[in-house]
């Protein structure tokens, strides 16, 4: 009778521990769901969150100088993105300009590589008839000449996918600033009823341990994740505007274009390092031609990127900031999946925020071994 119930109460733990890792499973994929479908909603409040606990502690400071909250987040909100509303309409006849220009760079790369392979292809031909000549009384019969394709036919289909591009980059645009005026509309509530709420809620927990512990964790990620950000964003705007400078003495028109997206894409680590790349390269082969002085900006762009990833930013960040590579990699390729690349440009903010949540409550210790660079045993 023992060994029955032995046996049946293994077989009840096991059903038990299978339901559970079910609906562990479960519970996992209808998160992913959420946030893959909910991204019109989850993007915007993001960015408001990270963009209120950066300039929460300068509101909190000028309140203790009897500014209401109200005026002080509507004039540093209007200080932020001033700069940025003057410098993308400035960039917008540029923009619209190369834009046209690459799908004629693509083609016309596309007939050059037309014309040397259709070269080389005769090299092999005339080699072919030399070599079968000594072989002739071989063939019975003349072999039927293949046919080839028409030679506009990949040309049109750049120019199609360039006309495709520019369609879903204008049906974009209106989500785009949609979403961008409902983080703009989210940033000033936080900052002038997010802390009366959040005062509320720490009211209402039990112990003062709680409350002391939930005090000291939004300090305390507030002011790293704001430091972080800050010298990022500092780090990138040197990176955009020393290229800028390079790129025209350098003779590369609209320098400042590509300082911006310079300093923009170096928010996405490594991956965007490599799209630079690609669009100084097609860049330079718009101005100066399918020659090697088109590489000239790219390798001054490389040159200014190794000095900024290798040594500027690991000064100026430290080992406390400093996140797997590997980690960084995988998480890019989550948030990119599930949020474009609007995703992408928050991944790493959002990434630390969760190292430094994980650091302060002391929970998911193997994971946090995980995120950190240099700190595994």
Known sequence: MDTGQSTSNQINNTSKLKGVYCSNWLLLLAIIYTLYFAQSLIIPLVLAILIALLLNPLVTN???????????????????????TIIGVELIEPAQKWAKLIPKLSVHVNEQVESISGAFEEEVKETQKLDSSWFNWFSRSNAPKPKQKPANLVTERIKQGGMELVIDTLGATPIFFAQLLGSAILILFLL????????????????????EKAIHLVEVTQKQLSTYIITASLINLGLGLSTAIALYFIGLEDALLWGVIVAVLNFIPYIGSVIGVVILSMAGMVHFGVTLSAFIPVAAYLLLNIIESQVITPTAM?????????VIMLWLLVCGWLWGLAGVLLSVPLLVCIKLVLSELGIWTNWLRVIEAGKQN
């Open 62 to 84: 000028l309140s203790k100088m009897h500014i209401p909250r109200a005026i002080s987040s509507v004039v540093l909100l209007a200080m932020l993105t001033t700069p940025f």
């Open 192 to 211: 002038i009823f997010g802390p009366s709420l959040f005062a509320a809620f720490v009211k209402e927990l039990a112990l003062k341990e709680q409350r």
């Open 318 to 326: 430290g080992k406390k900031m400093l996140i797997n590579p590997l």
